[in-house]
């Protein structure tokens, strides 16, 4: 069993930085992806960034070269650094966790392990 809970959301203005932060407990192990998905109101789910045991990455095309992805294995946290955030960035951004590898990483039907989601809002 995987609990995650995401912190570090806030209200911030276009251009500007925030980081996200998820602790995760229940002590995974093998091979897995961590991700950070989104959703805006009235907007479907979408992925964001998606990190798996291995260390290797992928980003949507919308967030690549602003956002980044990385695991704290020591302090067991998932962050999401987000820079030069513009106003579609906002959004209520969950972290997930899954069994899974490759290109099932991607797929958010594959993540069995969700948080309660922080917001991030950003102003133009």
């Known amino acids: 069993q995987v609990h995650l809970v995401e912190s570090g959301g806030d209200s911030v203005q276009a251009g500007g930085s925030l980081n996200i932060s998820c602790a995760v407990s229940?002590?995974?192990?093998?091979?897995?992806?961590m991700a950070w998905f989104r959703q805006a109101p009235e907007k479907e789910r979408e992925g964001v960034a998606v990190?798996?045991?291995?260390?290797?990455?992928w980003y949507a095309d919308s967030v690549k070269g602003r956002f980044t992805i990385s695991k704290d294995n020591a302090k067991n946290t998932l962050n999401l650094q987000m820079n030069r955030v513009q106003p579609e960035d906002t959004a209520m951004y969950y972290c997930?966790?899954?069994?899974?590898?490759?290109?099932?990483?991607?797929?958010?039907?594959?993540?069995?392990?969700w948080g309660q989601g922080t917001q991030v809002t950003v102003s133009s």
């Open positions: 997930a966790f899954a069994y899974t590898w490759g290109a099932y990483c991607s797929d958010q039907t594959h993540y069995n392990y």
């Open positions: 229940g002590d995974p192990f093998g091979t897995y992806c």
């Open positions: 990190i798996d045991s291995d260390g290797s990455t």
